[in-house]
């Protein structure tokens, strides 16, 4: 298992690329550039240097030509995105949240939410939400645009932590942080790319839940012990090692070393919960495709979590070769102004 040797994946804890890595870089560089998200050259270097491709691969290893594509440019709006709160704005939660507003409403109205001089990235979201929510049903859009919505509104509530400047508890720090990583829409896309969708009545049973619940705290987690050097220098208060530093009272060392015990805490329950998973279906009287599709969902939360530790562990949106300074801007390009602009 490739990845951070801290961390402790159990025995069989499923790892695979998709083939279609090398095709999917090169498609996401150009809607990159076709939708303003990295055209100067700093912008672009920068972006490059993530190989949000790579991360998308290990993701979502079964998903190849346009499924792959759709996955890897929902990375490309997610990162520089968020890095555009890495400046006075991510200070300022009414700023923020009026930042967030037109994304909202493409959530709810498509296209035609966007303004008439919409903003670079609600032209580039816009695009990938369409193209996510087309053949979807009703219900996987309906759910799809809640966690949209939840996302883009958690931006002013990080914004107003950062503001106050104090380190939350854990519990608030884990709300914050699953917010703003877009974790659920992550999950959602398993289903999208994987052409299925899973049955509400195992969609809601306590297993499932649980195991998304873990797949959305695990990259979190193992996230904020590799972006502490990044993200403390800018005042980021919302970071897991900062919470246990707080409310353990106790060395740095020693909370990344609870850091790591609570991912491998987390890993061994989801290895736990994933066992039960081929029983759940018979025992809520699904068919055979029914029982198919609700354990090859527990199979591709398992490739989430794995998949983006082996790309954290080494990836340069982690491990920059210069660290931005905290007086400077967190993205080179500023996205939130009018397309053209």
């Given at each position: 298992?490739?990845g951070?040797?801290r961390?402790?994946f159990?025995?069989?804890f499923?790892f695979a ?5 090398e095709?999917?870089r ?10 303003g998200?990295a055209?100067?050259?700093e912008?672009t ?8 491709a790579r991360?998308s ?5 079964y998903?190849?030509g346009p ?8 990375m ?9 709160f ?16 037109e ?7 498509g296209?035609a939410g966007?303004r008439?001089c919409p ?5 580039a979201f816009?695009d990938i ?5 087309e053949?979807?049903?009703?219900a996987?859009r309906?759910?799809?645009?809640h966690?949209?919505?939840?996302y883009?509104?958690?931006y ?9 400047g ?11 942080r699953?917010?703003?990583s877009a974790?659920?829409?992550v ?12 049955p ?9 839940m ?5 797949t959305?705290e695990?990259?979190?987690l193992a996230?904020?012990v ?5 993200e ?8 897991l ?6 409310e ?6 020693t909370a990344?070393d609870?850091?790591?015990a609570?991912?491998?805490?987390r890993?061994r329950?989801?290895d ?5 998973v081929?029983a759940?279906?018979p ?8 029982c198919a ?8 939360l398992?490739?989430?979590v794995s998949?983006?530790?082996?790309w ?6 982690h491990f ?19 397309v053209?602009?």
């Amino acid at each position: 298992m490739p990845g951070d040797t801290r961390i402790r994946f159990p025995d069989g804890f499923r790892f695979a690329v998709s083939p279609g890595l090398e095709e999917a870089r090169e498609g996401n560089r150009e809607w990159a550039e076709a939708y303003g998200i990295a055209v100067g050259a700093e912008a672009t270097a920068l972006y490059d240097s993530w190989d949000l491709a790579r991360v998308s691969a290990c993701m979502y290893p079964y998903a190849t030509g346009p499924g792959l594509r759709l996955v890897t440019d929902h990375m490309g709006f997610w990162y520089p995105f968020d890095d555009q709160f890495d400046s006075p704005l991510g200070l300022d939660p009414a700023a923020t949240a009026r930042a967030c507003e037109e994304l909202i409403a493409v959530v709810h109205l498509g296209p035609a939410g966007l303004r008439r001089c919409p903003t670079v990235v609600a032209r580039a979201f816009a695009d990938i939400w369409e193209r996510a929510a087309e053949g979807m049903s009703p219900a996987w859009r309906a759910r799809a645009a809640h966690h949209w919505e939840y996302y883009f509104a958690s931006y002013a509530h990080e914004s107003a932590a950062r503001r106050q400047g104090t380190v939350p508890d854990f519990g608030t720090f884990l709300r914050l942080r699953i917010g703003v990583s877009a974790m659920g829409i992550v999950c959602d896309l398993c289903e999208k790319v994987g052409r299925y969708e899973v049955p509400a009545v195992a969609f809601h049973s306590l297993p499932l839940m649980e195991l998304r619940q873990l797949t959305e705290e695990l990259p979190c987690l193992a996230n904020d012990v590799y972006t502490l050097d990044r993200e403390e220098p800018r005042g980021d208060v919302v970071n897991l090692i900062l919470v246990l530093e707080k409310e353990r009272g106790c060395a740095r060392d020693t909370a990344v070393d609870v850091a790591y015990a609570l991912v491998d805490e987390r890993l061994r329950r989801f290895d736990e919960i994933k066992r039960t998973v081929p029983a759940l279906g018979p025992a809520l009287g699904l068919d055979a495709r029914q029982c198919a599709d609700v354990e090859r969902y527990a199979r591709d939360l398992e490739y989430l979590v794995s998949g983006y530790m082996a790309w954290g562990i080494d990836t340069r949106r982690h491990f920059p070769e210069a660290v931005v300074p905290p007086d400077e801007p967190g993205y080179p390009e500023n996205l939130l102004l009018p397309v053209g602009r």
